[in-house]
């Protein structure tokens, strides 16, 4: 799915938007895969009416040679450029993240939602099995800022 989205990315902005849909769930969402972050950045921030948000993610090692030659340098520069302050999630409540590690790209997605749902009640981090990392992630974490003054973050092992 994610990369039939990913056919012609070449703009932040919406072609189209997706009002009806109020609850994604993603599976297999792999973090790694820059091309696949830029969909789900467009897919949530073209959703205006989004409440729930579920993602699954999928661990690939990817090889260097393996990775989309010239994605990476837009996923970083849209982090870093502070267009991600740029949209709001005017409606989401809830997200779920399952399968984290605590990868770049994974807390800097985290960072834009917690930073862009200024009704976000609560967000589920479930990591996996990476104990020695969940700490500085967990400490990472709570240092985000929020728009929402009531989010809660839970960190479920």
């Excluded at 340098?73 to 997200?95: C, I, N, Q």
Aim: overall charge negative; charged content about 25%; proline content about 6%.
């Amino acid at each position: 799915f994610e990369q039939h989205l990913s056919i012609g990315i070449d703009q932040w902005r919406p072609q189209m938007t997706h009002d009806h849909l109020k609850i994604i769930e993603l599976v297999e969402v792999c973090f790694e895969d820059t091309n696949e972050i830029l969909v789900v950045i467009r897919l949530i921030t073209n959703s205006p009416n989004l409440q729930k948000l579920d993602i699954y993610v999928r661990h690939v090692a990817l090889d260097p040679p393996n990775r989309v030659p010239g994605v990476e340098a837009p996923v970083m520069e849209f982090w870093k450029s502070g267009r991600s302050s740029d949209y709001t999630l005017k409606r989401l409540k809830t997200v779920t993240m399952i399968g984290l590690i605590g990868a770049p790209h994974e807390m800097k997605f985290i960072q834009f939602l917690l930073r862009n749902s200024p009704v976000l009640e609560e967000m589920y981090i479930l990591p996996t099995d990476t104990k020695e990392k969940e700490v500085d992630v967990l400490v990472e974490l709570l240092q985000f800022q929020r728009a929402s003054p009531v989010a809660e973050i839970f960190f479920i092992k």
